[in-house]
């Protein structure tokens, strides 16, 4: 027994001079200015304009499906039994269909068996890229009630209590360092604000491009740790995009990019290499999900004023639909578009040393990270289902983002999981919120401060695109008519 407790003791240390080291409070062994040399290099910017397709590898979408939920492309995680153990019966909306030892687990997590012989329940793709609505679990829909707000390490230190073999600690200390390091930088101001790219930033600053061996100490700057919020874009867009991510900085081979989310715990090219084996079937199951359809009551005769306003306003963007279906994949010049553009800054000057790092790694062998002055103008098959809007979740409904001048600059929403079909807004489409002026917001419980949406904080702006201004509230209404039936 005490051998257990000074190996939990002395894991404990070794993550508590990492976040000193992170946090500028102590001398890190290992001067990271070396490393930003790497940043002076001049990095590349995409021209706003069309994005022309690359070729991407062909891949089986079924095999695609049961590897997501089936493979442990992210390595590390608890015990599965910790998980079990407290579980009950699983609700309908976190159940998935799938075989193998993960099949009572809910649908974020993935069962592997460690070479220790630990079962491990893993985060999955879905952790982010799934959520039940109304009641069913949609693969493919972001979810924008994930609740990233807290510091990770806690719930995993509280974790750590209730280990039983040198195994699980085992299991356990390698999962919990690396939260460890990139928790300061993964942690959101609201509630649904999603911090992938800061994740993939902070580990990508841990490890060597070309081994992808893991360093305690940072080798290249760490992100603020104040993250930008982003939204997280449904999958199904993916069949039409050219590139990926909302900057539109994902090119080439997209199946050797996306699964760089898994980056957590991959130490060397040996397991890139076997996840690699299966990525092409992956990017192949997410281009073949089709967008949920609008499930309440529509209007026909009014979407079809609402497609000819849509064709003039707003297609030479976002495409056309139907019978005649284009999509031009184009990156909008930020100072067109003009909403927040802390997000593509962050790419564009602090990023460079990181996107350098993609560049030169096994991932970018195939890939390529590619920023521009702007983001580009998504597909909008299934918008109704992925409120709030713009790329950094700022405004709550279609309705507003069709006329800028009545965006909220507080507010909360109604619905705590998009489960809630009495906190949606069939009208203005999007979840239903409540606005808030900054004196009702000092007065709120400190737990429900964290659902708030505050539009004056940094990386949070809900100005711009101002596309359906000119437009009056009956021809808006008709717009998201139409809207409804993509
Ligand atoms: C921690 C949350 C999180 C996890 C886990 C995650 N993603 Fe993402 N994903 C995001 C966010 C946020 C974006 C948008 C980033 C941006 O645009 O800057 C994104 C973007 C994408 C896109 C591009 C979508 C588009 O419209 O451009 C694809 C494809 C994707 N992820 C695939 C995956 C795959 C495959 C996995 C698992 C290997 C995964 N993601 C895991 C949060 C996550
Ligand atoms: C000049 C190009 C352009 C035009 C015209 C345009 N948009 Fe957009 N639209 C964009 C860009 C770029 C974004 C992404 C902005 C961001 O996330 O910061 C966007 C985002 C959106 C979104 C939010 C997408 C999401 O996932 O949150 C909706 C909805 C939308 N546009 C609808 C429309 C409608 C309806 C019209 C016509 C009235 C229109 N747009 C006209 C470029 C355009």
Known sequence: MSSLTTLIASSRHARYCAVLCLSGLAACGNDASDSNAVASHALEVAEPGIIAASPQRDGDPIRGREALLQEAYVECGLPARLFREGQGVLPAGQQ??????GRDLPYFLNSTVNDDGVELAVNNCLTCHGAPLFGELVIGLGNEFADFTEDPSIAVERAG????????IAAWERYADRIAAIAPHIQ?????????????FALIAHRDPITQAWSDTPLLSLPSTEPPPVSVPPWWRMKKKHAMFNLGEGRGDHARLMMSASMMCTDNRKDLAAIDEYAADVRAFITSLEAPEWPFDSDADQAAIG????????SQCHGTYGETVTYPNRLVDIDVVGTDATLMEQALT?????IDWLNRSYYGELSQALPGRGYVAPPLDGIWATGPYLHNGSVPTLLEVLDSGSRPEIWVSVARDANDKAGFDRSRVGWL?????????SELEPGEQKYVYDTRK?????????????LDDSQRLAVIEYLKTL
């Open 307 to 314: 497609q000819q306003l849509f064709d003039q306003n707003c």
């Open 161 to 168: 209590l209730l280990l039983r073999s040198d195994e699980e």
């Open 433 to 441: 919120y409540k606005s808030l002026d900054a004196g009702q917001v």
């Open 96 to 101: 998935v269909a799938r075989d193998g030892a």
């Open 350 to 354: 602090e990023g460079g040393p990181w």
């Open 188 to 200: 959101m101001q609201t509630v649904g604000s999603n911090p992938a790219n800061n994740l993939t």
């Open 458 to 470: 940094r990386g949070h702006g809900n100005a711009g695109h101002t596309f359906g201004d000119h």
